[in-house]
């Protein structure tokens, strides 16, 4: 089964980056898709932030495997202005949605402090919704999680 996960980061300034997932070929390990999408702060409404984690989750669903030796590993954070991960990991609180059937799965990931994230919670313990949830309670969701 393909795995259909999104990454969702916010900076009360910049606003709200969605970062769809794809494999790499012959790996176990996931990059992000090029490129993400970002939602200015003087956009987001409950309505538009569920719109896009759809839209986000429909790009990870139809995106191919990659190559990593082609493509190497996108870094999106250096288009946002930030030159390493660890510091757009201080400046972006950041939650994971996958879809499992017929289900979406979150989990909050906290900053620490050497840079990067840890997951506030095991994989089996994430919350989840059904994934017919309208867009403005998925947005409010999602909100909800990264605490805007």
């Given at each position: 089964?393909?795995?259909?996960?999104?990454?969702?980061?916010?900076?009360?300034?910049?606003?709200?980056?969605?970062?769809?997932?794809?494999?790499?070929?012959?790996?176990?390990?996931?990059?992000?898709?090029?490129?993400?999408?970002?939602?200015?702060?003087?956009?987001?409404?409950?309505?538009?932030?569920?719109?896009?984690?759809?839209?986000?989750?429909?790009?990870?669903?139809?995106?191919?495997q990659v190559d990593?030796?082609?493509?190497?590993?996108?870094?999106?954070?250096?288009?946002?202005?930030?030159?390493?991960?660890?510091?757009?990991?201080?400046?972006?609180?950041?939650?994971?949605?996958?879809?499992?059937?017929?289900?979406?799965?979150?989990?909050?990931?906290?900053?620490?402090?050497?840079?990067?994230?840890?997951a506030e919670c095991?994989?089996?313990?994430?919350?989840?919704?059904?994934?017919?949830?309208?867009d403005k309670d998925?947005?409010?969701?999602?909100?909800?999680?990264?605490?805007?």
């Amino acid at each position: 089964m393909k795995r259909t996960e999104v990454d969702i980061f916010y900076n009360n300034k910049k606003g709200l980056v969605f970062a769809s997932k794809t494999k790499f070929i012959g790996r176990v390990t996931y990059t992000t898709v090029n490129p993400v999408i970002l939602l200015k702060k003087e956009n987001i409404t409950d309505e538009v932030v569920g719109q896009y984690v759809r839209k986000a989750l429909d790009i990870s669903r139809n995106a191919q495997q990659v190559d990593k030796d082609l493509v190497g590993i996108y870094e999106y954070w250096v288009e946002l202005g930030m030159k390493k991960f660890s510091t757009f990991s201080k400046n972006y609180t950041f939650i994971d949605i996958e879809e499992i059937d017929n289900k979406l799965y979150f989990r909050k990931w906290l900053h620490v402090n050497r840079g990067g994230y840890i997951a506030e919670c095991k994989s089996d313990e994430r919350k989840s919704v059904d994934i017919n949830i309208s867009d403005k309670d998925l947005g409010k969701l999602v909100q909800k999680e990264l605490i805007l």
